[in-house]
DNA sequence: CCAAAAGTGTTCCCACTACACCCATGT
DNA sequence: ACATGGGTGTAGTGGGAACACTTTTGG
């Protein structure tokens, strides 16, 4: 929403376009500086973050909201969206009056108030989706009600809003379960990169140690990647060979779910 | 629902107790005579069948909701339920009128009428869960609304109401890739079992076969599953030996994702 | 010259694979 | 006796694990 015309619009009429008691939360995955990060917002009136979401139009399928959303919030050129979770358990129960007051301060910012009965202050179940970008290409596009865009360090996630917190959470174990099959190594990276990076990368994720050499001697041996005769400067150190996927090898491993060595 | 009584009253007030727009569906999956199988049912006035399912109250827990839904159909001494994927992108398209003639022909037996304005026949959105019960330890508790309740082969399903085919076979896969994570063996067989009974569930599941020899070193090696001396008598064949499952072992190796042999 | 990071090869052993014959039971 | 299904062991090998020194680069 880009104007507060916009958002008045959507308060007062939303309840005629979009499905109530259901919102999407995305979980935005990045990778730089050997550190996976998430894209996080913080709206207007609140110092708590939050994860950028959006609400269901009454006739869209689900997949394509999340698109909607995603696209609506930022620029991404190559996407990879995946559903991983239902929440409705509310670790996190807010009861009508306290989501009532999160939204006032939300949409304080646009002069409109949400009342006690709007349907935006009752009992909502999220979708959680995750996404992996390449945290380079990712441009931002601002939204009317979001004072500022941060990317955070998955391990030092700022204290959040509604149950945003579990969402992480169990959008990260879901990245651990699909690392051998769903191609995230892939999509987390750019198209080209280096061993340590791709090293680090699978450490972060799984949360352990992997020997460099058997590491490589195992992607090379699936066939997964290629080095390329280019390397890359990285200041005062030894140039680091630049790799990219062997896209059809890569695609076969994860469909068998080969693992990588430990 | 048990009465006629309770069918009307769930029409007539149903909105203002259950959240519209979201549904729960269960795929049962229970192990009998080498087969895996789901229950289904089919509802008066309808040739299709369908999964159980259900919806969700107003303030009630995801989960719980699941919980009851399966309570009130089967009686189930020890459940497995997992959340799996909530769809939502239907790939059959069912628009207003078809959802309406649908529910239209399953009350009929109650002798109410669904309106085409009635919140039943607004696009329903669902949440699939899988459930893993003991075959031979679950008892139906019949609901008034429908004719008959069937254990299918998962290998023969016949044509099911709304999108209910794409949920099993999306549930059917989730199975597969959790068999490593979940503890599936242990809550589709009984508490003892033999290992042919193991082995062909194992292969029924994964779609490829094991050998023999192989899969019970595994098994050993392991120390998931501990022999038994006592002995099933299984007719004209030699007697084979009971096993039950190391619950230690067993649930350390679902932590670490241990494959068996293939 | 030094500090920091990247590149690289070998050995050992365990675990997976492949494979076939005998035994128990009921008819 | 026979048909059916269950029980059981070994040998070979390939892939995973462990492991340390050299090279590059910039300051």
């Avoid at 939204?103 to 349907?119: L, S």
């Avoid at 579990?166 to 987390?188: N, S, V």
Wanted: glycine share 6%; charged share 20%.
């Amino acid at each position: 929403m880009n104007t507060s015309q916009d958002v008045v619009d959507f308060v007062r009429n939303g309840h005629l376009h979009y499905l109530p008691h259901l919102s999407i939360d995305c979980v935005i995955f990045g990778y730089h500086a050997n550190q996976l990060k998430t894209l996080l917002l913080r709206y207007h009136g609140h110092e708590q973050w939050s994860l950028p979401g959006g609400f269901v139009r009454r006739h869209e399928p689900l997949s394509e909201a999340a698109h909607r959303i995603l696209a609506t919030q930022t620029q991404i050129a190559d996407l990879f969206l995946q559903q991983f979770h239902t929440f409705g358990d509310g670790s996190t129960r807010l009861n009508r009056i306290e989501t009532q007051q999160i939204h006032n301060r939300i949409f304080a910012k646009a002069g409109v108030a949400i009342a006690e009965d709007h349907w935006l202050s009752e009992r909502t179940l999220s979708v959680g989706y995750y996404a992996l970008v390449d945290y380079l290409s990712v441009t931002i596009t601002p939204d009317f009600l979001v004072e500022e865009y941060a990317w955070c360090d998955v391990d030092a996630i700022p204290s959040l809003l509604f149950d945003h917190q579990e969402i992480i959470e169990k959008a990260l174990l879901t990245l651990r379960d699909q690392l051998y099959q769903q191609p995230i190594g892939a999509r987390l990276l750019p198209a080209k990169f280096t061993l340590p990076e791709i090293h680090a990368l699978y450490e972060t994720i799984l949360g352990k140690p992997f020997d460099r050499r058997n590491f490589r001697k195992k992607l090379l041996a699936l066939g997964l990647v290629r080095q390329l005769p280019e390397q890359r400067r990285i200041g005062a150190h030894r140039s680091p060979y630049l790799y990219e996927f062997d896209p059809e090898n890569y695609h076969r491993a994860l469909e068998e779910g080969s693992v990588l060595a430990g």
